[in-house]
């Protein structure tokens, strides 16, 4: 039972356009969502959250949008660059715990 | 980066032995959890820990055990290592000051092959 979902295992742009990377979720006890960057034989790195009381939150080139009534939020790169290139992960928690749900990621490939 | 450390980064071992990953921190957080990424599955929680000598399951708990004596230290066991435990494993650590407290730092990851 997959509680958040990334249903595209692949997405290539080309360097400067936008990168839309899509994640769902079915659990309504979410509030706090997270998006982590990672590199091949390297941990995960915190992106960027949101909380649910907000419906977008950016920070530089990364901006995150939250659709609660969809339970949906996407994660947008504007400029895309060949250093976004990797592999991104979509999380998300529920309150009174600690703990996150991972989707099951998205490969990002930005061309030159 | 937070300071956490994982040893060993790369291990071999045959089916039936037991293995144990380590997890060090340096940031005096409160939790601390171990996490398995497999292809199509993502990261997946194992154990996790509040405190020191406080552990609790996670989504895959079976077929290991965690220990944590020390804040800074936090034990993956695998009892008798199978061929469906070979995997990437990753620490994680996150503080607990509201929902940024939410908000886990990884480590490097150690990569177990079992033989």
């Known amino acids: 039972d997959q509680q958040v979902k990334q249903n595209s295992p692949s997405l290539s742009v080309q360097e400067g356009r936008i990168s839309i990377l899509n994640c769902d979720y079915t659990n309504s006890m979410f509030d706090y969502f997270l998006w982590y960057k990672k590199y091949p034989a390297e941990g995960p790195t915190f992106l960027i959250s949101?909380?649910?009381?907000?419906d977008k939150n950016e920070d530089g080139r990364f901006t995150v949008f939250l659709n609660k009534s969809a339970k949906h939020l996407s994660l947008h790169i504007v400029p895309s660059q060949p250093g976004d290139s990797a592999v991104y992960f979509c999380?998300?928690?529920?309150?009174?715990?600690?703990?996150?749900?991972f989707g099951t990621g998205t490969q990002l490939k930005v061309e030159l | 980066d937070a300071g956490i450390t994982q040893s060993p980064r790369h291990k071999v071992t045959e089916t039936g032995t037991p293995v144990t990953l380590r997890c060090h921190q340096t940031e005096n957080h409160r939790y601390m959890y171990w996490y398995r990424q497999d292809p199509g599955h993502g990261l997946r929680l194992i154990h996790y820990?509040?405190?020191?000598?406080?552990?609790d399951k996670g989504e895959v708990s079976d077929g290991y055990s965690v220990s944590r004596s020390k804040t800074e230290d936090f034990l993956l066991t695998l009892e008798s290592a199978t061929s469906s435990q070979t995997s990437v494993y990753f620490c994680?650590?996150?503080?607990?000051?509201?929902?940024?407290?939410?908000?886990?730092?990884f480590g490097p990851g150690t990569r177990l092959t079992v033989l």
């Open positions: 994680a650590i996150s503080g607990t000051s509201g929902r940024q407290g939410d908000t886990q730092y």
């Open positions: 949101i909380s649910s009381i907000k």
């Open positions: 820990s509040y405190g020191v000598k406080d552990t």
């Open positions: 999380a998300a928690s529920g309150r009174g715990g600690n703990k996150l749900t």
